[in-house]
T-cell receptor
Framework: GQNIDQPTEMTATEGAIVQINCTYQ??????LFWYQQHAGEAPTFLSY??LDGLEEKGRFSSFLSRSKGYSYLLLKELQMKDSASYLC??????????WGAGTKLIIKP | DTGVSQDPRHKITKRGQNVTFRCDPI?????LYWYRQTLGQGPEFLTY????????KSRLLSDRFSAERPKGSFSTLEIQRTEQGDSAMYLC???????????????FGPGTRLTVL
């Protein structure tokens, strides 16, 4: 079967750095996405990785290792507005997105 | 175009009633997806269209669910004889292309929250 694993919940302090991990087992691989979802709202696109390495976009960076089936999302200089769920999704060989259950990130002052 | 829109944003209905939701994708996007999401879970794939063709439907999807995209633009999702278990957020997303090498990023609408009493 296909599986995406993420921690259920994480807590971090405003101004700090947090890393959210995602491991996957899918039928093929055609890219990995990270989305942010605030409570009661729709997911919004954060990043896309298809090759190994780090993609940096402002305060957010995403890393991929295809050989390890592993990705992480790194959030720097945390702000209260970063409190949200972060969803990892992998596109499989049929170009379908397989979604993780999301990691709820709680930011404390 | 400001993004994907969905209507209504909220729907409360009684068990056994039929409901229909509408999604208007980003205008140049040729792919349209329907998902269902419950609290604490990621989106669950329901179906998707490329232009007007419905290319895939989840095996888990009941026969009570049907979707259309008659002119390759907006789409409707109908749920017949609703059940309490249908209560969820119904999300629509659109994307431009899925050819190899393209990100084919999906952009989501605000969702329709369905409550079945």
């Amino acid at each position: 079967g296909q599986n995406i694993d993420q921690p259920t919940e994480m807590t971090a302090t405003e101004g700090a750095i947090v890393q959210i991990n995602c491991t996957y087992q899918t039928s093929g691989f055609n890219g990995l996405f990270w989305y942010q979802q605030h409570a009661g709202e729709a997911p919004t696109f954060l990043s896309y990785n298809v090759l190994d390495g780090l993609e940096e976009k402002g305060r957010f960076s995403s890393f991929l290792s295809r050989s390890k089936g592993y990705s992480y999302l790194l959030l720097k200089e945390l702000q209260m507005k970063d409190s949200a769920s972060y969803l990892c999704a992998v596109r499989d060989r049929d170009y379908q997105l397989i979604w993780g259950a999301g990691t709820k990130l709680i930011i404390k002052p | 175009d400001t993004g994907v829109s969905q209507d209504p944003r909220h729907k409360i209905t009684k068990r056994g009633q039929n409901v229909t939701f509408r999604c208007d994708p980003i205008s140049e996007h040729n792919r349209l997806y329907w998902y269902r999401q419950t609290l604490g879970q990621g989106p669950e794939f329901l179906t998707y269209f490329q232009n007007e063709a419905q290319l895939e439907k989840s095996r888990l999807l009941s026969d009570r669910f049907s979707a259309e995209r008659p002119k390759g633009s907006f789409s409707t999702l109908e749920i017949q004889r609703t059940e309490q278990g249908d209560s969820a957020m119904y999300l629509c997303a659109s994307s431009l292309d899925s050819r190899e090498g393209f990100a084919d990023t999906q952009y989501f609408g605000p969702g329709t929250r369905l409550t079945v009493l």
